[in-house]
């Protein structure tokens, strides 16, 4: 099968949007020093981590900003977190938004979607047999 192997978040901003991940969700994040792009290296574990998920990347916009209220229009990443009530938390007080409430996948989990501060959609997930 093809897997997804990377994943990109554009932004007006990169350094402010980097900020953002590593406050929220702890992520290593760097700036890859080319002088030809700004990009920023993104790694959701630690080297040599067995947990399941990918690495990405923080790219410059090429475009505006999402005004939000638009259909999704790219791929949307959906993170793992231990608590979506706490994530929810800290996420708005990083200045993102809660889009779409926690809602349970029944014998599953719970999901809800948010906005990161440049409007890119991302879903938060925590794993939860009893969720309904």
């Known amino acids: 099968m093809n897997r997804v192997i990377h994943f990109e978040i554009h932004a007006q901003d990169p350094q402010k949007l980097a900020d953002f991940y590593r406050n929220v969700f702890g992520w290593e994040i760097r700036n890859w020093s080319n002088p ?72 599953l989990a719970w999901l809800a979607y948010c906005t990161d501060i440049e409007g890119n959609i991302f879903g938060i997930f925590e794993d939860d047999k009893n969720a309904k």
């Open 36 to 107: 030809n792009v700004d990009y920023w290296i993104v790694m959701t574990a630690p080297d040599g981590s067995k947990e399941p998920g990918i690495n990405g990347g923080i790219v410059k916009r090429q475009g505006p900003k999402p005004k939000g209220g638009e259909p999704v229009t790219s791929f949307v990443c959906t993170i793992s977190v231990s608590s979506v009530d706490d994530y929810i938390k800290k996420i708005q007080a990083a200045g993102g938004k809660n889009v779409l409430p926690k809602m349970p996948i029944p014998g």
